[in-house]
């Protein structure tokens, strides 16, 4: 399985990137802004990447003071989103779903 954590990425990404990357499984995706990209940049990139799962993260939490959005913010719109309950999960490529699925997980803060 190919996974991309894009970390505290703060802009676009340019086609020359999207090709250096290339097929990627999962995707774990800043979404809140102020100090990374927003939701709306973060669903560009989610289109531009074509990942099987779609992990979101820097958001907003009952446990974070930063100026950043929740994750409910990404979400609008969207379909396939899975909720766990955990902050941990296991996946087999096998396994990966064949359309697009976003999972939450539970902040470990």
Known sequence: MKLC?????GHRL????VSEIGPVDILLLPV???FT????EATEIA???????????HF????C?????PVEDFLKGKTHVKRPGTHEISMEKKTLP?????VVLEHAL
């Open 65 to 69: 003071g930063f100026p950043i959005s």
């Open 32 to 34: 809140g802004g102020f």
């Open 47 to 57: 289109k531009q990447l074509k990942p099987k799962v779609v992990i979101p993260m």
């Open 98 to 102: 064949s359309e697009m699925e976003i």
């Open 37 to 40: 990209i927003d939701a709306k």
């Open 5 to 9: 954590h894009l970390g505290d990425l």
């Open 60 to 63: 907003k939490t009952s446990k």
């Open 14 to 17: 340019g086609e020359k990137e």
